[in-house]
């Protein structure tokens, strides 16, 4: 997957996860443009909203990343490097 492909699934994959502060959220451009970041915690994820991401990851792409591993990324532009490294 090119990066600007693995952005818009990482914002798709957030909006399927249920979480509504990824539409609105002042970064989501920049990020989408590979010139801004977002911080996990300026997105409250909850715990639903984890395992949701990561479901949606798996079925999507085949790349299985669990909760704890997803704990140990912290941002947009982290989670983007961590999947163009299994592509």
Known sequence: ???N???QFILDAF?????PSIRDHEGRAAFLD????????????DSLARME?????EV???IELTP???DK???????????????
Do not use: P, W
Request: glycine content about 8%.
């Open 60 to 62: 999507n792409t085949g």
């Open 73 to 87: 990324i912290k941002s947009l532009e982290g989670l983007a490097s961590a999947l163009a490294a299994y592509t």
């Open 5 to 7: 492909n693995i952005r």
């Open 34 to 45: 590979g010139k801004g970041d977002v911080n996990f915690d300026a997105l409250e994820l």
């Open 15 to 19: 909006e399927q996860a249920s979480v």
């Open 68 to 70: 704890d591993q997803l």
């Open 53 to 57: 991401l990561c479901i949606y990851i």
């Open 1 to 3: 997957m090119k990066q």
